[in-house]
């Protein structure tokens, strides 16, 4: 992957799986544009103990190949269509994102970037996490599928029998890599049989 990739960090909870996702695609050199919402920080401090870009960089880092943007600055380079990426991928991806993105409102450099997504055909990738889903929800993941936008809910599989948290995280990951085209095995998978659980 050549072109670099937009990957939007949201206000839902999940951020493990954006942490993980974030931390193979700079193991894996690919070109990163990191968009991160005020929400999303708050979240990656919640739930993973990341109070900053900085720190965020020291988990997964180095960020050889990761460029950070300000989500309030409506005009960065991920808010053109003429500036050449390789798709969009919003993980985790909270229900006011969702909305927004599914009536193209553009409040934020990360709204708009996806919105350019759209527009312009290229992948777009939403990992929601939300539960139960109202039909609102349900209404906007139509419409964003509709659009062209790929919807993968943050909900891992159990056939391979995990132990730990970690492999339920590298279940999803691996499922939006996949999308991503990013070429990387984090999980088993399916084979047919059942694999024997760990003693």
Known sequence: MTQPLVFAITGASGAPYAVRLLEVLARERVPVWLLVSAHGLR????????????????RTGPWKTVEAFDDGDRGGRPASGSAKTAGMVVCPCSMATLAAIAHGTSRSLIERAADVTLKERRRLVLVPRETPLSLIHLRNMVAVAEAGATVIPAAPGFYHRPTRVEELVDFVVQRVLDQLGVEVELAPRWSGKVRARRR
């Open 43 to 58: 979240l990656l401090k919640d739930e993973c103990g990341i109070a900053s870009l900085a720190q965020l960089e020291r």
